[in-house]
Every structure is written in structure tokens, then in C-alpha cells.
T-cell receptor, first 111, second 114 residues
Framework: DAKTTQPNSMESNEEEPVHLPCNHS???????IHWYRQLPSQGPEYVIH???SNVNNRMASLAIAEDRKSSTLILHRATLRDAAVYYC????????????FGQGTTLQVKP | DGGITQSPKYLFRKEGQNVTLSCEQN?????MYWYRQDPGQGLRLIYY???????QKGDIAEGYSVSREKKESFPLTVTSAQKNPTAFYLC?????????????FGPGTRLTVL
């Protein structure tokens, strides 16, 4: 399974944009990039996913490097409710939907 | 409302006892998953099931057992063979074979073995 590397923690100010990086230099051509987040004492929540092109949804944007070896999750205006652990995960159709969670990035949002 | 439920939220058991954690979904998903999370760590896959009456071991299946007799239910039994069962257990469901489909997680069960 291809691995991802994320910073352990990041800080942001409320109402400012946040860019959460993820490195995945061993990504294969069929790996999808997923982002989930987990609030304290809750189950993870899907944020966004992509394959090659940048993606936008109501929660966030996903920017994927041209060589696909890195990606960035963008929260356009951080709120206190965005404070969570953010996981960047690669998933391949051959893995039948399995998600391999790393340590993630703990995002702190300051008022 | 569609969703995935786990019960109970908190569970206490004595060492040496088997315990079964419940997971139910009404999302009509084919696939269901069990994960374990230890403090400060990411999730690790215990078992998963792509279809009724079939399941596969994940990365840390030793000391656990599952069944999948109904599409909507995927109970996990933590047996006395699990050496360190105290953890946060999360169940998820998804469409399965197409990896770009999201997984939906339940609220989790926090198991403490005394």
C-alpha cells in the first residue's frame, strides 16, 4: 500500500484559509487521494477525494500536483468547528475499498 | 434518517470475558468495516466484509471475530484472546468495490477492559 506523509500539527486563525499538505511520492496511477477528518471522540468524516484533477465541494478544495506525488487540502475560511485531525489516504480499486489511516495532521484553529 | 449506528457508546468488561459490539447501517451499502483506534493514533483495520456471508481479515484480526448474516448488520466480537482490547472501535460502511466511494463511519464504541 502506498504511504502518505503529513505534518503532525498545524495552526490557523479563524476565518483565514488553511492549506494542509500531503506527500505521496509512491502513488500509483490508479490510486485515489482521499481526505477524511475526525473530531474528538467521533468517527471520521469524509471530506473530499480526487484522482488527477483539482476538486471542489462545499467543505473544501483538493489541489493535486501535476505529477500526483503531493496534494493539498484547502479550507477556504477556517472556523473553530474545523479543528480536527485530517487524514490523507490513498486507496486503490484493488484494495476493495480499504482505507489505510496514518497519523494525520492535527489542525488547531485560534479565534 | 439514513446512517450507521453503533451501540453501546461506552462498554466496560472484565478481563477474560468476550464482548460483542453492535454495528447497523440502513444505507443499503454492500461493504462494512471495523477499525480500532488507540489514543493519539490513526485507525487500523480489523475485519471487512464486501457482501453478506463473506468477510476478510484486516491488518489486526487476531483476537477478534465477526459475522455478516444480514446486509445491514456486522457485529464484532472481542474475544479473551485479544491481549489489549481497551480501545475506541469504529464501524464503517461503503459501496465497497469502487474505492472512490466514501466510507460512512458510526459514532464509535469505547471499550474498557478492567
Amino acid at each position: 500500500d502506498a504511504k502518505t506523509t503529513q505534518p503532525n500539527s498545524m495552526e490557523s486563525n479563524e476565518e483565514e484559509p488553511v492549506h494542509l499538505p500531503c506527500n505521496h511520492s509512491t502513488i500509483s496511477g490508479t490510486d485515489y487521494i482521499h481526505w477524511y477528518r475526525q473530531l474528538p471522540s467521533q468517527g471520521p468524516e469524509y471530506v473530499i477525494h480526487g484522482l488527477t484533477s483539482n476538486v471542489n465541494n462545499r467543505m473544501a478544495s483538493l489541489a493535486i500536483a501535476e505529477d500526483r506525488k503531493s496534494s493539498t487540502l484547502i479550507l477556504h475560511r477556517a472556523t473553530l468547528r474545523d479543528a480536527a485531525v485530517y487524514y490523507c489516504i490513498l486507496s486503490n480499486p484493488g484494495n476493495t475499498g480499504k482505507l489505510i489511516f496514518g497519523q494525520g495532521t492535527t489542525l488547531q484553529v485560534k479565534p | 434518517d439514513g446512517g450507521i449506528t453503533q451501540s453501546p457508546k461506552y462498554l466496560f468488561r472484565k478481563e477474560g470475558q468476550n464482548v460483542t459490539l453492535s454495528c447497523e447501517q440502513n444505507l443499503n451499502h454492500d461493504a462494512m468495516y471495523w477499525y480500532r483506534q488507540d489514543p493519539g493514533q490513526g485507525l487500523r483495520l480489523i475485519y471487512y466484509s464486501q457482501i453478506v456471508n463473506d468477510f476478510q481479515k484486516g491488518d489486526i484480526a487476531e483476537g477478534y471475530s465477526v459475522s455478516r448474516e444480514k446486509k445491514e448488520s456486522f457485529p464484532l466480537t472481542v474475544t479473551s484472546a485479544q491481549k489489549n482490547p481497551t480501545a475506541f472501535y469504529l464501524c464503517a460502511s461503503g459501496k465497497g468495490r469502487r474505492s472512490y466511494n466514501e466510507q460512512f463511519f458510526g459514532p464509535g464504541t469505547r471499550l474498557t477492559v478492567l
